[in-house]
């Protein structure tokens, strides 16, 4: 559900984070099939995913029967089961989807990849929380199409859903898993959590402690839920910019990332920091980036997105130099206004406001809760959200939301302790969404617990689409799972490296085998075709300084792409193999070329400059990797925009079309904050 009308909502009024599953990640053991678990009572076969039975549990909306109004008013909560491929010894394994506000029943099967090690003795549960999906869904249409603002937007809402708005929190989602635990016949539950699942994962764990056999949390919320200063997130931001010039990865383009992002966020302070991009068209466009768009990328993007992370020290350095493309490149998306359609934005709102701990109490009136929230700020010192400041952490949060929300009596509070039970944590070390010190918190409550810091990787490490870490997130899953010492993952290197700075002028651009204007050009037209491929790898289409380009992978087509300033690229070119046909004009030599960019070296010959030209060069870096690693990422099912497979081979299947880290996830997962 997405917000229609006037009313728009920004991604920093709503947070959600995006969690990727490759389409093999994890191979199960090959056991001889034993006598598999009954199906559970009213269960039929699914028709909507193979292997699978597809049920409802009813549960009450309102368990303690506190409001009289929805005594008797049930939820039939939409349920998938997948029996254990070899026997259920071990119970059920629970795989939640995240949100608040994302059904998880679409992504059953993508589950069922993700954790093959754990369902040779594990049935696999996967339903739609209550208020998303099939579940009976929340919706606000009269807020949805008349709300003018936020504020009418809430208080709409709040009034259409009624009573029943107080009984969405993840206390409930969390009883609601027991609930179905009970229909299916288990006693004994492993749960699996990304994000924000991993906060109900914590929740039934120590609601239910005796029925908990184990939990699984890749990039864990705190105990506590989200903070409401996003604390924890601006302390990170030094710590996941270092992760990501580790190993001298950032030598020749910054010193210290931190420090630059200081000085870029100073310039932002205030009426913004001017930036340029270009859009679909291919054209040139400014806008302004504020201080809290700068952050909303660092926690967002840069968590979700390899590239973004790749080309961020660059951009800084850029942008303090003049050049405002590249960052502006990285900021532009993060401006815009929009929500995702796959979260339901009225069960985001009750659950992230009946979950949240703000500054006020719920009896209070507005100008009280506003009184509270400044009061808060205030107390809190200035170095808590260093570089950045406190109006930027108001202006991230949700308390422009939940302000407006009506008061509720019921407490959704959980203070039960954590159980002592198998306890796998996993996190990136480059995830600002949700910090490595939460994880350590969380991994402190479980005495059992064993926790996998995964380098060059952000948030989600077991759904990452770039498979640099897939052989350790395999390698920990199933260890776990059979019980057996978990390695580390200290040998994970990035699927991209960090970028070099973009040149901002042919002169700028070093000499590639031939001296002068026409070295130049090789150089810039090499730079265009490496810059190009990564753009594509991250769902975009457009130069960083104009032009666009189209098609399908194994034959892009460049429409007057702009790299380096003045020097104008078209063509074909095709990812896969690294071969294409250009040609050049501009401030540069011109002439027509054909490349073909192997792993080691990359070949340029035919005419520039009027003069024949035959050429080898070492492959670029980032290049290499991406000739050595993307023809194996080509079974992906992933989410195309403009840039699709095409049926031009049949190495490639024509339903698999390709997207970037942007919008490529076959599961979104969302947390709040």
Not at 58 to 75: E, S
Request: with cysteine; charged share 15%.
């Amino acid at each position: 559900m997405s917000l229609g009308g006037s009313i728009r909502v920004s991604r920093r009024r709503t947070r959600l984070l995006f969690a990727f599953f490759p389409a093999a990640v994890a191979v199960a053991l090959a056991i001889p099939a034993l006598a598999q678990a009954a199906v559970p009572a009213g269960f039929l076969p699914c028709s909507s995913a193979s292997g699978f039975y597809c049920g409802t549990v009813t549960v009450p909306i309102d368990r303690g029967g506190t409001v009289p109004a929805l005594v008797g008013k049930t939820i039939a909560l939409h349920v998938m089961w997948k029996p254990a491929t070899v026997a259920d010894t071990d119970g059920a394994l629970f795989a939640l989807a995240g949100g608040p506000g994302q059904a998880a029943t679409p992504f059953a099967t993508d589950f069922a990849s993700v954790l093959a090690p754990a369902l040779g003795t594990r049935d696999l549960v996967v339903f739609d929380q209550r208020g998303t999906g099939e579940s009976s869904p929340l919706d606000c249409p009269g807020a949805t199409s008349t709300a003018k603002n936020l504020q009418q937007f809430v208080g709409m809402c709040a009034v259409e859903l009624g009573p029943a708005r107080d009984f969405f929190s993840s206390k409930d989602s969390a009883e609601d898993i027991d609930a179905v635990r009970q229909a299916i016949g288990v006693d004994q539950v492993t749960i699996f959590g990304v994000s924000y699942g991993t906060y109900v994962a914590q929740l039934y764990s120590r609601l239910f402690p005796t029925h908990t056999a184990a939990l699984v949390l890749d990039s864990v919320v705190a105990a506590t839920g989200v903070d409401t200063f996003s604390l924890s997130n601006f302390a990170a931001v030094p710590k996941v910019l270092a992760a990501n010039c580790a190993h001298k990865l950032c030598q020749g383009i910054t010193a210290n990332p931190f420090a630059d992002l200081t000085r870029v966020a100073k310039r932002a302070n205030g009426s913004g920091i001017a930036l340029k991009y270009v859009d679909e068209t291919g054209r040139s466009r400014r806008f302004r980036a504020s201080e809290a768009d700068l952050f909303d990328f660092m926690v967002e993007t840069f968590s979700l997105d390899a590239v973004a992370r790749a080309r961020f020290p660059a951009a800084l350095r850029s942008a303090l130099a003049g050049d405002s493309y590249p960052l502006g490149r990285l900021l532009a998306p993060v401006t815009s206004s929009n929500s995702s359609s796959e979260t339901n934005i009225a069960l985001y709102t009750a659950t992230t406001c009946a979950d949240t701990r703000f500054p006020w109490s719920p009896s209070d009136p507005l100008s009280v809760r506003e009184a509270k929230v400044t009061t808060a700020l205030d107390a809190l010192p200035a170095s808590a959200f260093s570089p950045f400041t406190s109006a930027t952490s108001r202006a991230i949060s949700n308390i422009d939301r939940c302000i407006y929300w009506p008061a509720s009596s019921i407490d959704s509070s959980v203070t039960a302790p954590a159980p002592d039970v198998p306890v796998l944590i996993l996190d990136g070390l480059e995830d600002d969404l949700t910090p490595l010190s939460d994880a350590g918190a969380v991994a402190a409550l479980y005495p059992h617990s064993v926790r996998v810091d995964v380098p060059s990787t952000g948030h989600s490490a077991i759904t990452d689409v770039w498979p640099n870490a897939d052989v350790c997130v395999d390698s920990s899953l199933a260890h776990f799972f059979t019980r057996t010492p978990i390695p580390s993952c200290s040998f994970v290197t990035p699927f991209f490296r960090p970028e070099r700075i973009d040149p901002d002028s042919l002169a700028s651009v070093k000499p590639v085998s031939v001296k002068g204007i026409r070295g130049r050009t090789i150089g810039a037209v090499l730079g265009t075709l490496s810059d190009l491929t990564v753009t594509a790898l991250a769902g975009s289409d457009t130069g960083l300084r104009g032009g666009i380009f189209t098609g399908s992978l194994l034959n892009l087509r460049l429409r007057k792409v702009i790299y380096v300033p003045g020097v104008v690229v078209s063509g074909t070119y095709n990812l896969l193999s690294g071969i294409g046909t250009v040609t050049v004009s501009g401030v540069g030599s011109h002439g027509t070329l054909s490349v073909n960019r192997a792993k080691k070296y990359t070949t340029v010959k035919g005419k520039l400059g009027n003069k024949p030209l035959h050429i080898r060069v070492r492959t670029d870096a980032n290049d290499a990797t991406i000739a050595a690693r993307l023809p194996s990422l080509i079974g992906l099912n992933l989410v195309s925009t403009r840039v699709e497979w095409s049926p031009e081979s049949r190495a490639v299947p024509a339903s698999v079309p390709l997207n970037g880290l942007e919008t490529l996830a076959r599961v979104r997962f969302g947390l709040w904050g």
